[in-house]
DNA sequence: TATTATACATACATTTCTGTACGTATGTAG
DNA sequence: CTACATACGTACAGAAATGTATGTATAATA
């Protein structure tokens, strides 16, 4: 089978990063050959390198598929989101987060690489740097989140915005990590949801109504 | 230069270790070569099939290093430890483990190494499957801290142990991370404190003096 | 002091992966 | 219908790493 018409040529493509996404994530990335992701998608190694240059930037065209349409709903919509309160927008946001990456297996399957099956060097040194600059701009969010809700009085006395926002990235990271490695406490929906309950609640204002100014 | 005294052979031993660990941080695990351990350590592949059977075992050993003495002081010494209430205790663990990190720049760069620079598959899977069950235990103490907390009457009522011992859980899980990322907001010492404080304080008791019985 | 086990260095065989060059059959455009 | 670009498969050369076998000088030991 040769030179198929245009869109075989694509499904081919896909079957491509599909079977990179499992044999990356049985095998790790830099222990798979690209023989082995050909053999795995059924085609040969002639076609890998018809599509891609070499195996990094195959990998990188698997991430891509993934974290580009999670990171730009998540926090872009969630945290501007005008139509409910700061804290409430907060809470959507990780409730949102956590469904997701119980529900999409293959975005689960890919962060599960990125977290457990690669090794960050040379190259790929980068994509850290990258992800410490995406964690500052949504640390930057949380704490304008949460300044507008100390402004709507939401916000529990004497927590400072920043800290909050810090405390809150760290969350997440935790709640992430730990739900990748696949704890078995952190799967059950009902118990993340009373954390994520519990880590709002600990930042409102205790029992009180909000103030209605300054 | 051959066969030296046993304490030369030892630390011709420690220095492929420590080159070990210096290499594996800056290429990654599985794309070190031997080779390139053993020029690190001014010795040749020959000293190191001496001393390990191979990679994976000289891994291993690098890890034992660091990882033993660590957990062991931690969550035996700093849960159990009577001479402070529930809340210090879990404050003082917390405060322990970030200087201990901050510090021990060779715990860091190990643990570095086990976050971002190797590919868990194969045997190393099993290693996961450790990690989970050591958080399950350190999960165990923490409920059970949080619970002498509440019979202490320091537990912010409302708060159920399980769910206040998970999200501590996911607070270190996410404050290593983030540190061992690098990320430069996690590094500030001051702001890490504030962070812990903010913490505890969310569940202790408000304003309150704690009950002195059940 | 002679012998043996130790602590390495050296050399070799084997495997494995990569990148590329080349072949080839088929869409597709003119 | 011809010609070219496309979408692969195949074959090859080179590098690199692993494990082992072997050499060897010295420390330990009797």
Redesign the interface.
């Known amino acids: 089978m040769v030179r198929r018409t245009k869109e075989e040529a694509e499904q081919t493509r896909r079957q491509i990063l599909a079977a990179a996404r499992q044999v990356f994530h ?6 798979t050959s690209l023989e082995q992701i050909a053999q795995a998608a059924g085609v040969t190694r002639g076609a890998i390198y018809w599509h891609f240059v070499n195996k990094e930037d195959l990998f990188k065209a698997m991430c891509q598929k993934v974290t580009i349409p999670f990171l730009d709903r998540m926090d872009y919509t969630l945290l501007v989101d005008p139509s409910s309160t700061p804290l409430e927008r907060l809470r959507n946001f990780l409730l949102q987060i956590t469904t997701t990456v119980q529900q999409d297996e293959c975005l689960r399957c890919t962060m599960e690489i990125l977290n ?7 190259e790929m040194e980068k994509d ?1 740097a990258d ?2 600059e995406r ?2 701009e949504f ?1 930057d969010k949380l704490e304008r989140t949460y300044a507008a809700a100390r402004r709507a009085g939401q916000l529990r006395p004497g ?2 915005p ?3 926002a ?2 809150t ?7 992430l ?2 739900r990748l ?6 799967q059950r929906a009902h ?1 993340v949801r ?2 994520i309950d ?2 709002v609640r ?2 409102q204002c ?1 029992q009180r109504e909000p103030a209605t100014t300054t």
């Open positions: 049985e095998r790790g990335v830099g222990n457990f099956k690669c090794e960050y060097v040379g850290l992800y410490i964690n500052e640390l927590l400072a920043r800290i909050a810090l405390e990235l760290v969350f997440v990271t935790g709640l990590r730990l490695l696949g704890m078995p406490a952190v118990d009373a954390m519990a880590h600990s930042r205790p």
